[in-house]
């Protein structure tokens, strides 16, 4: 089997699909298809893989090809040294994972001078050898035999047979992968304090003492104690069962070497095992799973920023609705900016409510005006320092409202990023007059007239949604979350004549480049008539209108077909169904009872499979429909605006912030966000938060416990008021010698947010 073919089936069997839809999307993709135009509009070449298929498609494709450009080399290599055999090659040619290929190729790969190198100068490996093949013979008898200038007694001529065996059994691949195959299933991670360092590092203070299953750690948990051991408040040990572990490890070992009794040769040979295991191995595979747990917790964190950034990016937009947004502060004064339906900066101001001023009565003057000038629907409020002390202010002015004028909805907004934006290079072109400060006021009202328009001008890293994202791997981490904006800004569509550049760049086929030459045009030539105008834009090939023209909205334009999902290359097909139905296009876009009487295969042709056919009949019964949910918002409760205002009972409505592994994140409007336990988040067993709940959901919880000191809020979402988790078997009773029970935010149960919390320690 040649290497495409491998790959193919490698991946195939890993997404769920068939080698034959593996191929077809590799070919796109190395055409230069962009993963949402596949997933959107080819789903007959690929047989309908997802977005989801086809991310960990190209991501395993990426890997595996690296791994055969690796394989490739180590042939060369080996046979360039002359050792290639057809096992060997066999082997080789077997491997499936690249720590495999390493294993193989290590007694072959050029080294420095080692022991076991000047022991074979030393003419010791016939000694080696002459214990092995007569196990009856004293080791130490045979010894005096190979005594010389460069051997001065026994002992050393014993140490240099050693030393070469060491580095064989070192050196061997089937035994490298059956005491990983053991570590990885029978190792204890254990963390303990570093003597003195027990003040500076009491934020670790659940793992001064800590020991669980190697394969059972959390990520969460896992990314927390690599953390303090980087800052030198722990030390790390991987093992197994220091009882039995460390026997049965040695005795893999022995049996790399043979079947060993109890002759004299047999017992030297059986301290040699037991040296490489303690002294060579041990650390092997320490080495080898601590890197395993740092990629499996990365990956862990990652994936959850990532799917906590795509939940915030399609949280429900508000619409296009004249907003008022303010940005806390107490000192400095709060920032105000008003913007228009479209997200224009219309106006803006500075008030002082707070201390020191007071202004009290000139803040309320000043938003009673910006109000009713600009006719405002909304009020974002910036979740910020002085956050409830400003929606406070701002419930008053509502209530001196004239009669006649519409009273605004105001709802407090994340203003997570926003100083990350206004300080920005795209801040400072699009408002080069206006202070810092204000920009920021600016965003958080555009953030709520539609999120994913506004966030995407922030990097995804500081909108503060995942955990540990500091100390994951970086170069995966953008990669993972550039494809998250990629694939939400896509689902939803952007509007062509309205879309900012950093939202365009985020389109299809398009990119940085691409999308500011298209609102160069259109801010030269005026706003674009057609999707086929596109064309016009320099530097705007065939290939890139192709990935990004079906991703691209044009409200009342020329083309009716404009406006949805349906891409220009099958207008043909949406028009042979609207004259089927004896209509104006116009007339039908939107009416779903007049496409009942024509079905789909009707349609079907050589270019235009059942799949899209489907899809165009959807997209004309709802025409560029937005994918995201209705505009919900949450209600802080009156008088509940500081920790101290907390009491356990109290039922409260919130918003999701964030959501990890074991549990999730809500805001209640204390300035501090409090913790539901994954044991806390309905009346059963919950495996993954993400069943119940995500980012931006307003939801219903009820006070549990008040931490004042560390400022850590229990919550609970159960509605039977039991404090164990229903349904879960208890944790067993650790045996002599194996892992301690764990922290109670592993178990479930009440009064578990403190070590959770713990492990929720976040750099944002």
Known sequence: MDAPQRIARTIATEIGASPGQVVAAVELLDGGATVPFVARYRKEVTGGLDDSQLRSLSERLTYLREMETRRNAILGSIRDQGKLTDDLARAIAGADTKAALEDIYLPYKPKRRTKAMIARENGLEPLLRAIQDDRRADPRALAQGYLGESVADVKAALDGARDILVEELSENATLLGRLRNFMQAEAFIAAKVISGKEQAGAKFSDYFDHREAWADIPGHRALAILRAAKEEVLTIDISPDPETGAMRAEGIVAQAIGDLGDAPGDQWLRQVAGWTWRVRLSNTMYIDLLTELRKRAHDEAIRVFGRNLKDLLLAAPAGAKATLGLDPGIRTGVKVAAIDATGKLVDTATIYPFQPKNDLRGAEAALLTLITRHKIDLIAIGNGTASRETERLVGEVLKKLPKTVAVPTKVVVSEAGASVYSASEQAAKEFPDLDVSLRGAVSIARRLQDPLAEL??????????????????????????????????????????????????????????????????????????????????????????????????????????DASSVHPEAYGVARKIVAACGRDIRSIMGDGSALKSVRAEQFVDDNFGLPTVRDILSELEKPGRDPRPSFVTASFADGVEDITDLKPGMSLEGTVTNVAAFGAFVDIGVHQDGLVHISQLADRFVKDPNEVVKVGDVVRVRVTEVDVPRKRIGLTMRKDGATAERGRPAPPTPAKGKAKPAPRAQQGGQGSFGAALMDAMRKR
């Open 456 to 561: 995407v001008k922030v990097p995804p890293e500081s909108i503060g949604v995942g955990q540990y994202q500091h100390d994951v791997d970086q170069r995966q981490l953008t990669k993972t979350l550039e494809a998250v904006v990629e694939d939400a800004v896509n689902a939803v569509g952007v509007d062509l004549n309205t879309a900012s550049a950093p939202l365009l760049a985020h389109v299809a086929g398009l990119g940085p480049s691409l999308a500011a030459a298209i609102v160069a045009h259109r801010d030269a030539q005026g706003a674009f008539a057609s999707r086929a105008s596109l064309k016009k834009v320099t530097g705007l090939g065939p290939r890139a209108f192709e990935q990004c023209a079906g991703f691209l909205r044009i409200r009342d334009g020329s083309e009716p077909l």
